[in-house]
């Protein structure tokens, strides 16, 4: 069965300082897609970004950044210039083939001012 | 526009009451799923629909029942609740395959 550890329940970093989310994931499948959603006090489940298996190039979305290791499973978030708007509960998640997405426990991450 | 909408958004009930919270999507998607989050933050797929066809039904107790009447909405009745099925529970939607899920706003349910 798959599985998703997110092993850093809670981070803190400065504003505009870059911060690291770190996530592994189990599974025996070549093709599957991985995401990072957010989940600000408001509850919305917002998609941050996501990663194709198949591609080795790392996903971006402005100031959000992946390292994709797939040898290693391992798929962690970088957030650049940490603003207070990204104080979130932030989630890993893996989706296979049988469309069964798995979430980890999440990080949550707050912002110093 | 709101692309995946949950009502109520919070419920207060007792226990043995049945309840339903409804759901509905505008993004023409073919898949919706319901999700529970527990006090621990922890978020687990329950069921999903695609094309009005039950797909996945993880270990969920039978008092949870999903009707879906239409491929734009997926309901979520629960009979006879208990203390632990207070949650906030989520419903979502996409395109079948490797796609993305929109998640609604979430429905805080509170069983007293």
């Known amino acids: 069965a798959q599985t998703v550890t997110q092993s850093q329940p809670e981070m803190s970093v400065q504003e505009a300082e870059t911060v690291t989310l770190s996530c592994t994931y189990d599974t025996s499948e070549s093709d599957y897609y991985l995401f990072w959603y957010k989940q600000p006090p408001s509850r919305q489940m917002i998609l941050v970004i996501r990663q194709e298996a198949y591609k080795q190039q790392n996903a971006t979305e402005n100031r959000f950044s992946v390292n994709f290791q797939k040898a290693a499973k391992s798929f962690s978030l970088k957030i650049s210039d940490s603003q207070l708007g990204d104080a979130a509960m932030y989630f890993c998640?893996?989706?296979?083939?049988?469309?069964?997405?798995?979430f980890g426990k999440g990080t949550r991450l707050h912002i110093l001012p | 526009d709101t692309a995946v909408s949950q009502t109520p958004k919070y419920l207060v009930t007792q226990m043995g009451n049945d309840k339903s919270i409804k759901c509905e999507q505008n993004?023409?998607?073919?898949?919706m799923y319901w999700y529970k989050q527990d006090s621990k933050k922890f978020l687990k797929i329950m069921f999903s629909y695609n094309n009005k066809e039950l797909i996945i039904n993880e270990t969920v107790p039978n008092r949870f029942s999903p009707k879906s009447p239409d491929k734009a909405h997926l309901n979520l009745h629960i009979n006879s609740l208990e203390l632990g099925d207070s949650a906030v529970y989520f419903c979502a939607s996409s395109h079948v395959g490797y796609n993305e899920q929109f998640f609604g706003p979430g429905t805080r349910l509170t069983v007293l």
């Open positions: 993004l023409g998607h073919d898949t």
């Open positions: 998640a893996y989706r296979n083939r049988d469309d069964k997405i798995i």
